[in-house]
């Protein structure tokens, strides 16, 4: 990835983009800028010595927007090594997915994106899943949650839980999701096996730093994270009525949680559980970036498309 592509104008991009989900050639040169910034490079080798291949009766640029590398005599497009690598969709629908996708609160179904693109449901949820999977952050680089940090966990989809009091998940179709959340900060969320103690201290270990101050409810799972965390460990009652106390409560958790429950409810209505994770990559997204403005956070999105491939048997 160039890094003169973080010096562009965000305010240049937010111009281009209505001519790019309208114009092919506009939404490709989009995209290359994203990628390359002002120097374009080989996809192969990593030569500057490029061009751009054009027609030679008309001298425009080749109908499928080919480069070539002087060094290794490759050719190339901006699609190779990203999630819309193979795909034969315009890339004008991609920029108005993107765009939508990184600007909606609560998401985007793919049934819109086939009414405003004018194209099959297969090819728009296609689309939606890559760009989700664009979002996905890479746990290896990610760095871990630091200062306060409130970990919580929901159900999602299915049928009610239970009837009654005291049993939590039990006999139900429900999907858990954990989340741990810095205070003011970013959000990791994850799908998890189950709500017992193993499951949710292993997760909160792989996500939150050592040195941060845990905040939960008074679910017995997280009983015994004061050991293991140097900030300590502190709780709120929710089923005595407590919902704060001073600086101690989990509501930025639930109403991250919330925030996915409306998007699942009222945006796409239902989800199964193989695919639910991609979903939870697109509101992390979208949280973890929610301070930057739409435009930034739609290059952002196009600038995460490289280095990744989803293929149909992959997650």
Request: overall charge positive; some cysteine; aromatic content about 10%.
């Amino acid at each position: 990835m160039n890094k003169e592509q973080h010096n562009l104008s965000k305010s240049e991009f937010v111009k281009a983009l209505p001519l790019a989900c309208t114009s092919e050639l506009a939404a490709v040169e989009l995209f290359e800028k994203q990628r390359w910034g002002k120097t374009p490079c080989c996809i192969h080798c990593g030569s500057v010595d490029v061009y751009k291949m054009v027609d030679a009766k008309t001298g425009e640029r080749n109908a499928r927007f080919l480069w070539r590398c002087h060094d290794c005599g490759k050719q190339f497009t901006v699609r190779i090594g990203t999630v819309y690598e193979d795909s034969r969709l315009p890339f004008r629908h991609w920029v108005y997915a993107f765009w939508r996708a990184s600007t909606s609160k609560k998401g985007v179904s793919a049934l819109e994106i086939q009414r405003q693109c004018q194209i099959s449901y297969k090819s728009a949820l296609f689309l939606m899943n890559r760009i989700r999977f664009a979002m996905a952050s890479d746990p290896a680089e990610t760095p871990k949650l630091k200062g306060m940090v409130e970990c919580d966990e929901t159900y999602v989809g299915g049928k009610p839980r239970f009837r009654g009091n005291n049993r939590r998940g039990r006999g139900t179709k429900k999907t858990p999701v954990f989340a741990a959340v810095e205070r003011h900060g970013r959000i990791s969320r994850r799908i998890v096996a189950d709500v017992t103690a193993k499951t949710l201290k292993s997760a909160v270990r792989e996500v939150v730093d050592q040195q941060a101050r845990i905040i939960t409810d008074e679910h017995p799972a997280y009983i015994g994270l004061d050991a293991r965390f140097e900030g300590g460990h502190e709780t709120v009652c929710h089923s005595m009525r407590e919902y704060v106390r001073g600086d101690v409560h989990t509501n930025t958790a639930e109403s991250s949680f919330a925030l996915v429950k409306r998007g699942l409810m009222g945006i796409y209505h239902s989800v199964s559980k193989e695919y639910l994770h991609r979903y939870i990559w697109q509101f992390d997204f979208l949280w973890n970036n929610r301070q930057m403005n739409d435009g930034e956070r739609t290059a952002l999105a196009i600038r995460s498309a490289e280095g990744k491939r989803l293929m149909y048997r992959a997650a």
